[in-house]
C-alpha cells in the first residue's frame, strides 16, 4: 500500500466517508441536447449515497445542464433532448424515461437554487406545498411534516412562533433555508444544489454549508458550486467538468491536493487561460 | 511536472517566486555554513568559526521570513494542488533547512573545542570530512531537485544517506580504538563524535528535503517509506 492511500483512508475514516458507500444514482453515457447545441457529451459518473458530490468548472461547462437533468428540469422547454441514461437506486428506474413522470422524479430529487425563492405565502405554506400537491390533506399530518422540515433545515427554532408571516420577511439565509425545508417536505432522496449560497453572505454560508453536512445523513446530495473552497469543505466527491466533458471524478481531497489531470490541475490552481 | 502554465494572478506568480527563490537563497547560505565549519574543523580557524556562528542568525532568520511568507499565501490565495503541495512541502522544507544550519553550527562549536585540547586530532580521522562532503553534495543535489521540480533527482539523494551513514558508522570505530589506545584522547574523541554525529543529521535532514520535492512534484508523501517505493513513486507518470 502506498503512503498516500494508507493516509487517504485515514482521512476518510475520520471524515466518516467509508469508502463503501452504495450508488445512489448513475448517468451512463449522458449526453445532452439545447436544440442543436451538445451541452453535454458522454457523460458516466455515479453519485455515491449519503456522501456530498460537487460539481465545479467554469461558467458554461455544462455543470447545472447536468444537475437540472436529474430532475428533469430541461423538459419545461421544447427542443432539448437527452440521450443515455441517469438510474436511480435501489429501484434502478431511469429518470430520464419518458414514461417515468417528472413530477414524481422532482419529488424524490429536490432541488435548490441560487437565489432562494420561496413562493409569495407564508412560511407554513411554503413547506407543505409540496405535501398538498402530492395530495396530503391532514392538518396533523401536515403540520408534523411542516416541522420535520422546518427542523430538518435548521430553521424551526428560529420561525416556530411566526409560521404564517410571508416567507418574503425572512432574512435571504433563512428565505434559503426555508427553500431547503420546502425541498426535504417530501422526503426527497437526493436534494440538488445550484450554487444555494452565492447570494448569501459569509456567515449564512457557513450556515448553509454545516446543514449540507448534517442532511447528508438523510439524503444524497449533489452541489453545484463556483467556490472551489466551498467544494473542498463540503463534499466528498468531486466532478471537475470543462466544456460539457466530465474531466476528472474522485475524491475530494485527492482531487485538490493531487489531481490527476492536467486541466483539473490548471483549473484548481487558477491557471485556467 | 511538465510545463506550468502561468496563474491568471500575476502577483500570485510572483509571491510563489519570490519564495521560491528565497527558499534557495537560504539553502545557499546554509550550504556555505557546512562547508566553513567543516574546513574550521580542520583547522580550527577561529575567524571561520565565528563567521558560522555569526551567520546562524541570517539562517533563522531565512526561517521565519519564508514561514511568514508561506502563511501569507495560504490566508491570500488558499493554495490548491500542487501550489498547496509546494507551500506545505516549503514549510517543512525551511525547518529541515533550519536545522541544518544548528548542526553546521555545533560543528563549528565542537571544532573549537577539539582544537584547545591542542594535538591535532581531528586531522587523524579523514572519514569526518569525507562524511562532510557527501552531505553537503546532498543538500547541494536537494536544492537542485527542488529548483528543477525533479523527483529523480531528490530520490538520488535519498539513496545516498546510506553512505554518511556508513561513514559515520566508521568513524566511530575508528575513534572508540583511538579513545582505547590513550584514555587522554577520550575528550577530544568524544567531541569528534558529536561532530560526525552532526553531519549524520546533516544526511538526515538532506533527506526529508529530498522527501519534500518527492511530495511537491507527485504529491505522494514517501516519508517512512522503503527505497524502493520511492523509486515506483518516481518512475510512476
Known amino acids: 500500500m502506498s503512503a498516500a492511500s494508507s493516509v487517504a483512508s485515514i482521512l476518510e475514516a475520520r471524515a466518516g466517508a467509508g469508502a463503501q458507500s452504495a450508488p445512489k444514482a448513475e448517468a451512463r453515457s449522458l449526453s445532452f441536447f439545447y436544440g442543436d447545441f451538445r451541452a453535454l457529451n458522454d457523460i458516466n459518473v455515479v453519485v455515491h449515497e449519503h456522501r456530498v458530490t460537487a460539481l465545479i468548472g467554469p461558467s458554461g461547462c455544462g455543470k447545472s445542464t447536468f444537475l437540472r437533468c436529474f430532475n428533469r428540469m430541461h423538459d419545461l422547454y421544447p427542443g432539448n433532448r437527452y440521450e443515455g441514461e441517469i438510474r436511480l437506486y435501489p429501484d434502478d428506474t431511469n429518470l430520464l424515461d419518458p414514461n417515468v413522470d417528472p413530477i414524481e422524479v422532482r419529488m424524490r430529487l429536490s432541488m435548490v437554487f441560487q437565489k432562494p425563492n420561496p413562493f409569495p405565502k407564508s412560511i407554513f405554506e411554503n413547506v407543505a406545498y409540496g405535501l398538498r400537491v402530492r395530495g396530503e390533506r391532514s392538518r396533523r399530518a401536515l403540520s408534523d411534516k411542516v416541522e420535520d422540515a422546518l427542523r430538518g433545515a435548521a430553521l424551526w427554532e428560529e420561525v416556530k412562533n411566526r409560521l404564517h408571516d410571508l416567507a418574503f420577511n425572512l432574512s435571504g439565509g433563512q428565505q434559503q433555508r426555508l427553500c431547503i425545508a420546502r425541498a426535504l417536505a417530501t422526503d426527497p432522496e437526493i436534494l440538488l444544489f445550484d450554487e444555494p449560497t452565492s447570494a448569501l453572505d459569509p456567515i449564512a454560508t457557513a450556515s448553509i454549508e454545516e446543514l449540507i453536512t448534517d442532511l447528508k445523513r438523510k439524503v444524497t446530495i449533489l452541489i453545484v458550486t463556483h467556490n472551489m473552497q466551498q467544494a473542498a469543505r463540503v463534499s466528498d466527491y468531486t466532478a471537475y467538468m470543462y466544456l460539457g466533458e466530465l474531466i476528472e471524478f474522485g475524491r475530494t481531497d485527492e482531487l485538490f491536493i493531487k489531481p490527476r489531470n492536467k486541466q483539473t490541475e490548471d483549473y484548481i490552481t487558477g491557471r485556467f487561460g | ?237
Open chain 2, 1 to 237: 511536472m511538465a510545463a506550468i502554465t502561468e496563474h491568471i494572478s500575476k502577483q500570485f506568480e510572483a509571491d510563489l517566486d519570490t519564495t521560491r527563490t528565497r527558499v534557495l537563497q537560504m539553502g545557499g547560505l546554509v550550504e556555505a555554513q557546512i562547508l566553513t565549519a567543516i574546513d574550521a574543523f580542520g583547522s580550527g580557524d577561529a575567524a571561520l568559526i565565528s563567521q558560522v556562528i555569526e551567520n546562524e542568525r541570517r539562517v533563522n532568520g531565512y526561517e521565519v521570513a519564508i514561514d511568514g511568507a508561506c502563511n501569507h499565501i495560504v490566508v491570500k490565495r488558499q493554495p490548491a494542488a500542487s501550489d498547496l503541495r509546494l507551500i506545505m512541502g516549503i514549510s517543512k522544507f525551511v525547518t529541515d533547512l533550519e536545522r541544518i544550519g544548528d548542526e553546521a553550527e555545533k560543528i563549528a562549536r565542537m571544532a573549537k573545542a577539539i582544537h584547545e585540547h591542542g594535538g591535532n586530532h581531528a586531522q587523524r580521522f579523514p572519514g569526518v570530512r569525507h562524511a562532510g562532503q557527501i552531505a553537503v553534495r546532498m543538500l547541494r543535489a536537494g536544492l537542485d531537485a527542488f529548483a528543477r521540480l525533479d523527483a529523480a533527482g531528490a530520490a538520488e539523494v535519498v539513496k545516498e544517506d546510506t553512505a554518511i551513514d556508513r561513514e559515520f558508522t566508521s568513524v566511530l570505530r575508528q575513534l572508540i580504538t583511538y579513545m582505547m589506545e590513550d584514555p587522554r584522547t577520550i575528550t577530544p574523541a568524544l567531541e569528534i563524535v558529536w561532530v560526525a554525529k552532526a553531519i549524520e543529521r546533516i544526511g538526515d535532514h538532506a533527506k526529508n528535503l529530498a522527501e519534500q520535492v518527492i511530495y511537491i512534484v507527485k504529491g505522494t508523501d514517501v516519508r517512512h517509506t522503503s527505497f524502493a517505493d520511492i523509486q515506483r513513486e518516481v518512475a510512476r507518470e
